[in-house]
């Protein structure tokens, strides 16, 4: 609060849907959200001096617009996840408190408090009324997560990753353990929303997100009372998660691997797990196409991107399996030949429960560049 003397204190938030939602102004004021569903959903371009604490999601990159006394269908009762937020410093995103010497205090009380409660707003999400919402419920709670640029009022927008990505500096990640003692499934850093919306097969599933998943810097940051495993994991969503990259100056990894493994900038690049495929409609569609041999000139197309079909090269190749995906190991003949993307954090005995972050560290001269690419227009 305001306290008259030029300065804001005590600027506490529990038991929210969202604990504050930054939109202009000042992005460094200290916020302190509590046990809400989202800590601070932020639609600005930076935000800075946050200790959220047992959130459902710490920082979520977006804007919320949805009120407990806003009717159903008007305007305003849509919310939106997007890449306005280009850097996250000097913050701390606690999972779980630490033991006050009562015994654990999340454990005390085993809620979700990500989304899809019972309670008015049932937790963030992202949508409206009229196209259906989509909750944050793949953990039950997370420090960041983030996402991919639903924008209200156009829907999905294809932007390009060769000029945006997440940066996230100086932030300290405390307190989150892949699954804790009431099973709840956590980690410090999440994208579950990063591609939503692509390979969806429900109605107005477009509505949401994008298959580009934009990447994430981080640099001099910390995992404290966090295993390795945890820190990070790339969502299975959709077969578009495939495409998720983060790119670490060792912060996540907490140890130096040989310096083969960093690219040309000295960053470690880690990459989904998850093979990228096609949305199985595209395949369905591009296969039948292809089987039945049909010209690019034939009627329709389904799914099938008109450029796939025009192509004899893409055409065949959407039907067999082998020349889809990206690359995750050497070839022969090339600069990379040794290169391999492998698990690096799965020992049994370090991870006990058995948590699969889905993230591969990529050595050896293997890497991945993000390019600018227009597909050309039909003629």
């Known amino acids: 609060?305001?306290?008259?003397?030029?300065?804001?204190?005590?600027?506490r938030a529990m038991g929210n849907a969202v604990g504050y939602d930054v939109r202009s102004g000042c992005t460094s004021l200290k916020l302190l959200p509590y046990r809400n569903s989202a800590g601070v959903t932020?639609?600005?371009?930076?935000?800075?001096?946050?200790?959220?604490?047992?959130?459902?999601?710490?920082?979520v990159p977006g804007i919320w617009t949805t009120f407990p006394?806003?009717?159903?269908?008007?305007?305003?009762?849509?919310?939106?996840?997007?890449?306005?937020?280009?850097?996250?410093?000097?913050?701390?995103?606690?999972?779980?408190?630490?033991?006050?010497?009562s015994g654990d205090v999340r454990s005390a009380n085993c809620d979700t408090w990500s989304g899809g409660g019972e309670a008015w707003h049932d937790g963030f999400k992202i949508g409206g009324s009229?196209?259906?919402?989509?909750?944050?419920?793949?953990?039950?709670?997370?420090?960041l997560s983030y996402s991919g640029p639903y924008n209200i009022g156009s829907g999905s927008k294809y932007g390009g990753v060769y000029d945006f990505r997440y940066n996230v500096e100086?932030?300290?990640?405390?307190?989150?353990?892949?699954?804790?003692?009431?099973?709840?499934?956590n980690v410090a850093i999440s994208n579950e929303m990063a591609v939503d919306g692509e390979g969806s097969s429900w109605v107005g599933g477009a509505h949401f997100?994008?298959?580009?998943?934009?990447?994430?810097?981080?640099?001099?940051?910390?995992?404290?009372?966090?295993?390795?495993?945890?820190?990070?994991?790339?969502?299975?969503?959709?077969?578009?998660?495939?495409?998720?990259t983060v790119y670490d100056d060792g912060s996540l990894l907490g140890y130096q691997p040989e310096d083969a493994s960093t690219n040309a900038q000295g960053m470690y690049q880690l990459v989904s797990g998850t093979r990228h495929e096609w949305p199985t409609p595209t395949?369905?569609?591009?296969?039948?196409?292809?089987?039945?041999?049909?010209?690019?000139?034939?009627?329709?197309?389904?799914?099938?991107?008109w450029w796939l079909r025009f192509y004899d090269t893409l055409k065949k190749s959407i039907n067999t399996e082998s020349r889809r995906g990206v690359v995750r190991t050497?070839?022969?003949?090339?600069?990379?030949?040794?290169?391999?993307?492998?698990?690096?954090?799965?020992d049994a005995d370090t991870n006990p429960a058995g948590f699969d972050n889905n993230a591969l560290l990529c050595r050896n001269g293997l890497e991945y560049v993000h390019l600018q690419m227009n597909v050309p227009e039909k003629r």
């Open 170 to 185: 100086g932030v300290t990640f405390y307190g989150f353990s892949g699954y804790d003692s009431c099973g709840r499934k």
């Open 42 to 59: 932020v639609g600005t371009s930076e935000i800075s001096n946050v200790v959220a604490a047992e959130n459902g999601m710490g920082i």
């Open 330 to 346: 050497g070839i022969q003949g090339t600069g990379y030949a040794d290169g391999v993307c492998e698990e690096f954090a799965d």
């Open 283 to 305: 395949l369905t569609d591009c296969t039948s196409w292809e089987d039945l041999d049909y010209t690019e000139e034939e009627v329709g197309g389904g799914s099938c991107l």
């Open 209 to 244: 997100g994008k298959s580009t998943c934009y990447p994430v810097q981080l640099r001099k940051s910390n995992f404290s009372n966090t295993p390795t495993y945890a820190r990070l994991r790339f969502s299975e969503s959709t077969v578009q998660a495939g495409l998720c």
């Open 69 to 101: 006394d806003e009717k159903f269908n008007l305007v305003k009762d849509k919310l939106g996840s997007g890449t306005v937020l280009d850097l996250i410093s000097n913050c701390t995103l606690i999972g779980r408190t630490p033991d006050d010497g």
């Open 1 to 11: 609060a305001y306290t008259g003397d030029g300065a804001w204190r005590n600027n």
């Open 130 to 143: 009229m196209c259906g919402f989509r909750h944050f419920d793949e953990y039950a709670y997370s420090g």
